[in-house]
Nanobody, 116 residues
Framework: QVQLVESGGGLVQPGGSLRLSCAAS?????MGWYRQAPGKERELVAS???????NIGDSVKGRFTISRDNAKNTVYLQMISLKPEDTAVYYC?????????????WGQGTQVTVSS
């Protein structure tokens, strides 16, 4: 069982920056961030494997960067040039592969609001 603890959400003005962090209680194969805005489906923001391969959502390419510290089992999402449409609850996700079994874990979510 892996527990995820998120931090870093909040209110920011358009054009501003925020950094989200998510610490896992154990090692993971894949970590990433999803977001869900009111009335919309949850979508992938960015993900990163433990070897550093990344996948960035089209809507945030060029503005968001994902990174991880494997020694700390922590993933970071650096967000710049934030837009009102980035407003959503951001969820940390982690995937593990142990003994032939794939498991998926979710954080509790952190609110990001982009507004003037």
């Amino acid at each position: 069982q892996v527990q995820l603890v998120e931090s870093g959400g909040g209110l920011v003005q358009p054009g501003g920056s925020l950094r989200l962090s998510c610490a896992a209680s154990g090692s993971t194969l894949l970590m990433g961030w999803y977001r869900q805005a009111p009335g919309k489906e949850r979508e992938l923001v960015a993900s990163i494997t433990n070897s550093g391969n990344t996948n960035i959502g089209d809507s945030v390419k060029g503005r968001f960067t994902i990174s991880r510290d494997n020694a700390k089992n922590t993933v970071y999402l650096q967000m710049i040039s934030l837009k009102p449409e980035d407003t959503a609850v951001y969820y940390c996700h982690a995937g593990t592969y142990v003994g032939g079994t794939v498991r998926s874990y979710w954080g509790q979510g952190t609110q990001v609001t982009v507004s003037s």
